[in-house]
């Protein structure tokens, strides 16, 4: 059968590029070779169409609003899987068997606790450091005392790479634990090492020298769908700058704690803080969401954790969040009037001509925020936590970038839109 190319016409000369066919039918034309061949390169600011590697990770089919992780639906991953589960799937492609988790676990489990002079790092930070900022630093401080893990020599990285990834889903909460006890001004709490993984993240967030932290509610197994459904998301913002610092040769800290600092904007992670702000300033001015709406219409507001670069109908992750907050809520005693908000702003959004003819449907944030907030968590933390979820995905994307032999350092090319040639000395004759 006849191989099929693009052609592509450019100062009248034909030249074609082979094509390539992902797994569920994703086409794309490979422009390697475009540069070099015509001195031609392709501009697309923001990277809507541009495929910047191939993956066997995570598919996304933003128009169906699926989302698999190595070909499990999250629907399943959500309904039976676990965090540490669904973690070990993304980083290895496999579920594990039960001895293989079991061995996972226990490595998570005894690198919970971080080096005591670590906690001289957390007096350097003001009171009022947004919660990332802390996490980032101390992510990429982490690699310095593991100078065997973070050696920038890939060979010596992928040797260590077990041990690494399971120190770093263990201490990213642990660090995140110990970022909320020190805005609070309050002692650090040690891991509890028989503790699952979010039960002991909930007891070094909560428990007080009068108070042992006991989950009574199923405040853990929220917590743990909340990470399960954040765990991957194929190239958005974070990942790819994690895939980019990576593909200079960096090790897993420093590109993690890069990709930290991509997740904190508001288009991104911080869009589950944003949300609750948002819900919080309709409900103290008595809007019942009507007005929030009409203003978004006007380009007055945004309807946070509404709308997705990939996503052209509802969020699978939205619609599980969406299901379960309810539950939660219920569960925990928590009657939350910012639920009821939300829900509102749901309806008359998936109504309203505006968001139906742009395809605006619930992100992941939408409903996430309300959830964390039952839990006890306050809204500074929203973006750590969904660090804390997304540490596999990193992990997984850092690792594809690793072992591949083949691998270039990620280095886009621009339009130069400034000033031609300029000449110093005619300024001088000023
Ligand atoms: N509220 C109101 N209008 C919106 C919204 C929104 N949340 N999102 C997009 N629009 C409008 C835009 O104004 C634009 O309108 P126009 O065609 O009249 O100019 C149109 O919809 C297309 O929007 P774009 O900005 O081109 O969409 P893009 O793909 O660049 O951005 C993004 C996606 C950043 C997620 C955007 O929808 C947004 O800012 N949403 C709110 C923030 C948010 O929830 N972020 C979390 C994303 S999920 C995640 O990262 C985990």
Redesign the pocket.
């Known amino acids: 059968m006849e191989e099929q190319t693009a052609l592509i016409r450019l100062d009248d000369i034909n030249y074609e590029f082979p094509l390539i066919l992902g797994t569920e039918g994703e086409k794309a034309f490979d422009i390697r070779s475009l540069r070099t061949k015509s001195k031609f390169i392709a501009f697309d600011e ?1 990277y ?1 169409n541009t495929g910047s590697c191939l993956s066997d990770i995570t598919f996304i089919d933003g128009e169906q609003g699926v989302l698999r992780h190595r070909g499990y639906p999250i629907e399943q991953l959500a309904a039976k899987s676990t965090f540490l589960e669904t973690a070990m799937l993304i980083i290895y492609g496999e579920l594990p068997a039960e001895e293989s988790l079991a061995v996972f676990r226990k490595r998570v489990s005894s690198s919970a606790s971080v080096h005591t002079s670590m906690h001289h790092h957390f007096e350097g930070f003001p009171g009022n450091s947004h919660p990332m900022s802390i996490l980032s630093a101390m992510l990429n401080a982490l690699g310095a005392y593991y100078p065997e893990m973070s050696s920038n020599d890939r060979d010596q990285d992928l040797a260590h790479f077990d041990e690494t990834a399971a120190l770093l889903i263990s201490k990213v909460r642990t660090l995140a634990a110990m970022t909320f006890r020190m805005k609070k001004g309050l002692p650090f709490v040690a891991p509890n090492h028989s503790r699952g993984y979010c039960e002991n993240f909930l007891h070094m967030m909560f428990t007080e020298p009068y108070f042992d932290y006991i989950d009574s509610v199923g405040a853990g197994d929220a917590l743990d769908l909340f990470l399960r459904l ?1 765990a991957d ?1 194929e190239q ?2 974070s990942t790819s700058t994690v895939r980019m610092v990576a593909s200079g040769g960096a090790n897993l800290f420093a590109s993690v704690s890069a990709g930290v600092c991509a997740l904190w904007g ?7 803080m ?2 609750v702000q948002m819900l919080e300033d309709i409900h103290a001015s008595g809007d019942d969401g009507t007005r929030f709406i009409e203003a ?2 006007e ?1 007055k ?9 990939v996503y052209k109908n509802y ?1 699978p992750r939205a619609k599980i969040l969406g299901k379960t907050v309810e539950q939660v809520l219920t569960q925990i005693g928590v009657d939350d009037p910012l639920l009821n908000i939300a829900r509102r702003l749901e309806q008359s959004a998936l109504e309203d001509e ?2 139906v003819s ?1 395809k ?1 449907y619930p ?4 409903y996430s925020g309300i959830l964390l907030r039952a839990i006890g968590i306050p809204p500074e933390m929203f973006t750590v936590m ?1 660090a804390i979820g997304r540490m596999p995905g990193w992990i997984a994307n850092w690792k594809e970038i690793a072992e591949n032999p083949k691998g270039r350092i990620h280095r886009p090319r621009q339009i130069y839109t400034g000033h031609g040639l300029r000449d110093y000395q005619a300024l001088e004759k000023r």
Do not use: T
């Open positions: 923001g809507g954040h998301h958005n913002c508001p288009s991104h992670g911080g869009a589950n944003a949300v978004a219409k380009g507001a945004k309807l946070m954790g509404f709308g997705h670069r969020d505006y968001f742009r605006l992100n992941v944030d939408f969904f």
